[in-house]
């Protein structure tokens, strides 16, 4: 039977999820609601999308006993109060990364699921594309030897994005797209902890940052070196040096290509005519289909993304921000989340 | 006239400066003379490059009336102490870099070549490369925007090379190569002085840093990431990142290509058949004659690298080394340099 998809919020992120389900064929894979804060805002997305029915609150849509799982496209600030909502009501969850604001909250939002025994997973849709898994699988073949080196740049500039570095949103670069690298890096060295976190940033008027470099010392001096930055566009490549040779992927947080030693491997992301906004977004399909997976198989969370990882990821979220003094105020009123 | 060059050293650096010198035309640059520790090394030496004179001692090279410059090619404890001695001889001296152990050593050396009026230059070749000057070029014409990102790698395996990475010859990732990457910082944001140094390392067997991290953080979030390795082979390009686009410089510190929004830019390397032993050392033949075209204005410091920039690396040097807790013993029984 088609997982049933709820979809809650009406912007760029959820357009293009919903998109890039619809690519699935219906036996698998139906949108069958979506929810918005004004009502007319979610009925014009159900007309584009072909949606049946259109909610004007989330909690019109968490109590459609039809659905099967909710994605949360929601701005950062709602994605616990709402993925909370809808566990409650029942359904499976799927929310966009950053999982929370920070590590306390993520730890209540999973401590949720689990009491509640449904699936939750952060939208983390890198790890889902077939590139992660080749280079699992030529780290494991040792096809460069002994990774000692990490190299991620992310940078594009966000200063027009409304919603992006603006800390009301509880948004920064190393919230917005430094999670992309920093969840690399913990990809690439799994079963490691980091040593140290060694961070330096600049702080945009908002006070958040928005330039951000991230040094993460492993054991044994494996080191990774992650550039994030919302001001200047990057070249967005990861590199992974082994002292035999190195891995390279262009679009690391999306990609469809990876350089090794002996030729490029090429994986084409999912075809599709729909109206996408943001860049590969068809590739979300990817991360749509291994939620169905794991719901078939009685999963409560991701392989591909468990609720270590996202734990992991938001304790080192609150470390880079410690280090540069952006708060925002589900941190509380200290530092000390 | 011929400049005429004395050689301090029988080293592979020593080796393919030599080469480099003598790629000139012999009206303008000779090597007349080298010395070595050893006599028969230094007569080995001569033979092979065709230089008139060979001494088993630096001093006796000093002492050589008709030497207008030396080169210091020894190992780094050498280059304050045998620069010393050359300028004491009334030589003028082109050192390789690092220029001394340490600020203190640095500041020293400065203040002696100042006192008798003679022309200091650390060798920091990479800045006499033409790719420097178009580089400052690109940047003057607005070609990128305003330049918010440097990044830089430069990694290769030094563990098989007996002299690098001992404290004892005060070698280190940082001295050793980082010194490039941090030079190429300096480079791009001359004139601005970093806020802030951050530092990330893991130190070797011999307690000396062998994988650095260094941020530099300038004002307004501009920032440079510095990427050093001496385990494994990183892609070793610089790039420079502005709000209009980027540059790339492949081979950073002895390059002949960059990359611009508008085409690839190539200037040919010096062309010799000599025996070079170390990447691309041809280049060397443009620090000697910048050596040339200085002495023959009757400057006492190359522009191209200047005493102030060489006290600026020797105090970032110090910074790194001191966040990571590498000392050397000319850095006296404290880590106050």
Same mark, same amino acid.
């Given at each position: 039977m088609a997982l049933r998809w709820g979809i809650v919020g009406s912007g760029r992120i959820a357009n293009d999820f919903t998109c890039a389900v619809q690519i699935h064929p219906e036996k698998n894979h139906k949108v069958i609601a979506v929810a918005a804060r004004k009502l007319s805002d979610a009925q014009g997305f159900a007309k584009r999308h072909n949606i049946p029915n259109a909610y004007g609150s989330y909690e019109d849509l968490a109590k459609d006993?039809?659905?099967d799982i909710a994605y949360i496209g929601v701005l950062n600030p709602g994605h616990l109060p709402v993925s909370k909502m809808m566990l409650d009501h029942g359904k499976h969850v799927l929310c966009e990364k950053p999982l929370a604001i920070n590590k306390k909250e993520t730890e209540e939002l999973i401590a949720h699921a689990k009491v509640k025994g449904l699936f939750l997973m952060e939208g983390l849709w890198s790890r889902t594309f077939p590139i992660y898994d080749i280079l699992t699988d030529q780290i494991a073949n040792n096809t460069i030897g002994d990774v000692l080196q990490v190299n991620v740049e992310f940078g594009y500039p966000l200063a027009g994005v409304d919603y992006a570095n603006v800390k009301e949103e509880a948004q920064c670069a190393t919230m917005n797209i430094g999670i992309y690298a920093l969840q690399f890096s913990q990809y690439v060295y799994r079963g490691l902890k980091p040593i140290s976190v060694t961070v330096s940033g600049h702080l945009n008027k908002y006070g958040v940052d928005d330039a951000t470099t991230i040094i993460l010392m492993y054991p044994n001096g494996r080191t990774s070196v992650l550039t994030v930055n919302t001001r200047v566009q990057l070249e967005n490549c990861a590199t992974v040096y082994g002292t035999k040779g190195m891995l390279k992927i262009p679009l690391f947080w999306c990609p469809s290509t990876m350089i090794t030693p002996s030729g490029t491997i090429e994986c084409e992301l999912p075809t599709s005519t729909a109206n996408f906004? !943001? !860049?590969?977004?068809?590739? !979300?399909a990817y991360e749509a289909e291994e939620v169905r997976k794991c719901l078939e198989l009685g999963l409560t969370e991701s392989p591909k993304m468990t609720h270590a990882e996202s734990l992991e990821l938001a304790e080192l979220m609150n470390t880079v921000r410690q280090s540069l003094g952006v708060t925002f105020k589900q941190d509380g009123y200290s530092m000390d989340y």
């Open positions: 006993k039809d659905i906004t !943001l !860049l590969r977004s068809n590739g !979300l």
